[in-house]
């Protein structure tokens, strides 16, 4: 009769550290994206823009979609899909945070994909219903008499950091874009839209190799106690 269990398993450690990581990071940016969103809201009207520095500005836009203002399909089904994909995530790093030899790294750039997200499902989620909408110079006012700009899951997404690191105009002789004016870096984001682009990136340039389900992660560092025996 196999009385292992998935604590006395060599692949499992029998405690949570990575998990705590991971939830401590997810409060963090989660604490910090709403601040500075509901800080802005609340003191700056629509479009409104305070330069801080040449290359870096504030300033106040709202949108519907994705990071970085994109907009793709419906608002409602990018909403519950954001929700589904965080359930996900969740579970995931409950379930690999357990797991020896998983690296701490994987698990940090999964969490800020998951505060990313939450972040900006709390937008979506109950921003329409806390927040009112005046119209230019007013600034929007938390839990007004009058009641919400929106309804439950279909708020607007507050964005804020604005980055235009080179700005010049095209000469004038060049063909297609002579005259105009070119600004690089154009899109307004927000703190959760760093957070799931760095997530991303790194997955993408330092953990790709890492990414497997629990079980494969399990069944290799098995592998891995196993061989440590043997030698």
Known sequence: MNTDTPASSPSVTGH??????????????????????????THFYLGEEVR???????????????????????KLLLTILRIALVIAL????????????????????????????????????????????????????????????????HGKVVDMLYFPLISFDWPAWMPVVGGNHFVFFQPVFNLADSAITIGVLCLIFFFSKEIASPSQLRQAAEEKAEMSKEQ
């Open 90 to 153: 969740l579970w995931y790093i409950k379930a690999i945070g357990v797991i020896r030899g998983v690296k701490r790294g994987y698990v940090i750039c999964l969490a800020l994909i998951v505060a990313g997200a939450l972040g900006n499902i709390i937008d979506c989620v109950f921003y329409g219903k806390i927040f009112n909408d005046p119209f230019p110079p007013g600034v929007a006012e938390m839990f007004p008499a009058s009641g919400g700009y929106g309804t439950w899951l």
């Open 52 to 74: 801080i520095f040449s290359w870096f500005r504030l300033m106040f836009v709202e949108n519907n979609g994705m990071a970085f203002g994109m907009e793709i399909g419906s």
């Open 16 to 41: 949570n550290r990575l998990v705590w990581l991971a939830s401590a990071i997810i409060v963090a940016v989660l604490v910090a994206d709403q601040a500075l969103k509901i800080w802005v809201k």
